[in-house]
């Protein structure tokens, strides 16, 4: 009955059996792609970060010390003081930031308040900022000739300077990280369990702790090991609001650019990296159990109107935001008086000394040409890499490694790389000397620095788009490389619009990456910043935080209104729909 | 075995005459251990429709995926027209493929997705151009050439992809359950065009399916695959009514199984029921547990049962409606509490008075009767 006795197969020679199929010029061409983004990682990623290790055991001249620096250090009470003192302001800003941006997502995903969407686009500005902003508006309200110095008192407080200042700046800075995550965890919700329960009769409260909090677990632990991780390795904050209060971050900076004990920097930027470390693989696990509700099936839960809980959610949005503007506002303010507080008339002069008469007058130059090299190269560079791990064949034991590695590098603060890439990149012997203390350096900082979210924008994108289209292209023999910028590229283009939107922003904030990277040809404006504060040219210093500011805002909308228009002139199939 | 073959497109040197493609001991184990298919030989015809039939798991895509080279093998060959194929990477195969979820270029139009491969082989503008609309009235859709996929139902976009697969001209034709991502109509209408489309361009087809209804109304032969191997390979004829496995038998149709024990000379015990099975139906000697399959529309049960073996009364215990037809659950003393599944079309459940409670005879028919191996079965 079986048919395999119906024709005589035809007699197949024992060949020689090769264990692979024989590669096409495609696999090559992608083979030699995969290996392109592996040693870009591994040299500018993996290598600095090894470099630390090894000035951690060698002292200045280069001579293997042991654990020297290490017991050194365990024996400073000092220093010690500063492990300390980095915990207990991240854990106190994790403990004021969390709840306040919970109740914020809450009342935005769950409330029927009017101007959601502005309250939000208010809530996100903070990230546009570099962190010097909020310290210096802080220190403007509350600095020794604050505006509301005597509002200290009633907490018990001198100075602003210090934790006080540093806890207040931090929760403005991480304030929209963690409402990000949270507005993610609570737009999950399925309204199908909340229609079940109202028909049990369930009340507000037992909904709120029997299905809202514990659907949103893994989005609190992620928000919290995020805030934590943002303050404990920030720099630009404590140290303008710092004073005497020394932590971790600074204390890098301090033993690195001042005394420049190297050994004692890769010492503490190791111990920076710890919690690092850690949070990164607690926010993995979490963020693996938010996507894994993301993609269950559930129904959109709709809220319904409610006036008093409408009304006091409002309220609260209301005063956040007023909160949160009063920081900028404050900023922008400083920027156009004369001189706080004798001489309030307004001025233009600290633009003109920030932009034009200052050493610092490159910077802002310097921050838009940084912010627009980092935002087309990065963006290329990131989903093209992305395109090869999702897309292609063979070499398959890299794709994981370098999925790894742009994880990573979420996992790595942004002042531990830069200590990285000056032990690694200034090293006389390193053959990629030349790159030092140029703008290449810092546009690869920002793209290794950034590259994690980065990364999973181009994946997500990547991962809606049909897995076939590579076979099919394979089939009809049209190269793999055709089909990406007839196909692929053009249907991604939106995600790697963002890719280039993110870039350009976070390179014109960032301070931690590039404070110890760049030189006074590349100075930037988050480095002149700092440097006119320190100098105690305030108001030039608010001059440059604001123009940042409303540099990205403009982006922002610029990039808005330019999706849209690209987006109807090369997108028409999207929108006939299915 | 009588086949209808297509006539050989053209003629081949050496002793693969009128074979399109030739699966020669392929193995596959994957990383993680899993062993997804064992030792498969298979040879397609020149111009057949071969459906790879099984259930999830058992190898079938993987398959279809190591023919077109978007898997590798670990052991065995492939050969195309007398071509070894089994190490070459996709591009340089010869063949069209159609998958599950239309893989049609959303942002290109619907002629700019069925020129995609033309346009790479620097053909000339007019002649793609003509192509293009040659493949589109062939897939009964002339007009649909400045469309977006976004624009087309689900089934006329599968008829886009299978247009695409082609329209360079592949000498095989590669299909990986092209229906199953359409609604029901669709699905059925879609079977019988490709069908009718293979015919008429003998193009060589394997199509991979999970739907036996697919398999036997569109095949020339199928290939019926479980657990990583061919549990059976004949026409859909072949495959329904002289199962080779009590698998291929309970996988493709519904069936009856009877535990019973052989009595010898064709003669089986079922309860307290004897039943006479076709001569030669089984080697088993007296005394061994065996399985009888029946189908449940192998069954007499009109005009005069007198001298037909096999007779039983039963009483009908369900009916379950299925709008031409009915499945009776019949009762039989002599089975104890097992309920046998008869189908009864709706004309005879009208004529014979078949309706719950009804007692009334029937004959099993010996000649449909299946014998299998009592251990056989997992």
Known sequence: MNASAELSPPRLLPGKRPHALRLSRDDVIARHGLVLVVAFLVLFLLAPMAAIFVHAVQDNDGHFVGLTHFTGYL????????????????????????????????????????????????????LLAPSLLSAIAFI????????????????????????????????????????????????????????????LGTTRWRKFFTITLPSCKYGLISAVTVVFTYVISDFGAPKVIGGNFNVLSVDVFKQVVGQQNFGRGAVVGLLLLIPSIISFFIDSQARRHLRAQLSARSVPFTPRPHRRFDALMTAYCALVCLLLLSVVGMALWTSFIKLWPYDLSLTLKHYRYALIESDFAPAYGNSLKLGAITAVFGSMAVFIGAYLIEKTRGLEFVRPLIHLLAMLSMAVPGLVLGLGYIMFFNHPNNPLNFLYSTMTILVLSVIVHYYTSSHLTAVTALKQIDNEFESVSASLRVPFYKTFFRVTLPVCLPAVLDIAR???????????????????????????????????????????????????????????????????????WRRTGR | MDMKLPEPVEGLSGQGLNIALAVDGVHKRFDNGFVALKGIDLQVRQGEMLCLLGPSGCGKTTLLRIIAGLETQTDGRIVQNGRDISWLPPVKRDYGIVFQSYALFPNLTIAD??????????????????????????????????????????????????????????????????????DALERVRLRGEIRRLQQQLGVTTIMVTHDQDEALSMADRIVVMNHGVIEQIGTPHDIYERAATPFVADFVGTVNVLPAVALGQDRFRVGRLELQCAEGCSTHAAGEPVRLYLRPEDRVAEGSLAGIPNRVWGRVGKVEFLGGSCVAEMCIEELDDQPLQIYFSLNQMHDLGVRVGHRMELALRSDRIRVFDAKALQ
């Open chain 1, 502 to 572: 993110y870039y350009f922003v976070v390179s014109m904030a960032t301070l931690s990456g590039v404070v110890f990277l760049y030189s006074p040809d590349t100075v930037l404006a988050s480095v002149a910043i700092m440097n006119l504060d320190e100098a105690g040219d305030i108001g030039p210093a608010a001059a440059l935080a604001s123009m940042t500011v409303l540099t990205s805002i403009a982006v922002c909308l610029l990039y808005a209104l330019a999706t849209r228009v690209l987006l109807m002139k090369t997108q028409a």
């Open chain 1, 140 to 199: 403007q309200w509350f600095g020794n000739q604050g505006v509301l110095k005597g509002m200290l008192g009633w907490f018990g407080l001198s100075t602003i300077y210090g934790a006080p200042g540093i806890i207040l700046a931090e929760v403005y800075n991480t304030f929209p990280h963690a409402l990000m995550i949270l507005l993610t965890a609570l737009s999950l919700a399925d309204g199908r369990l909340f229609e079940a329960a109202d028909s």
């Open chain 1, 75 to 126: 024996q400073s009470p000092a220093l010690l003081g500063a492990v300390w003192r980095s915990v207990w302001v991240s854990v106190t800003v994790v403990l004021v930031s969390v709840p306040m941006a919970f109740v914020f997502a809450y009342a935005l995903t769950r409330s029927c308040a009017p101007l959601k969407g502005t309250f939000r686009l208010i809530a996100l500005i903070p």
């Open chain 2, 113 to 182: 997705n069925i020129a995609y491969g033309l346009v790479n082989r620097r053909k000339p503008k007019a002649e793609v151009k003509a192509r293009v609309a040659e493949l589109l009235t062939l897939v009964g859709l002339p007009t649909s050439g400045d469309k977006h996929p976004g624009q087309l139902s689900g089934g006329q976009q599968q008829r886009i992809a299978l247009a695409r697969a082609l329209a360079t001209g592949p000498r095989l034709l590669l299909l990986d359950e092209p229906l199953s991502a359409l």
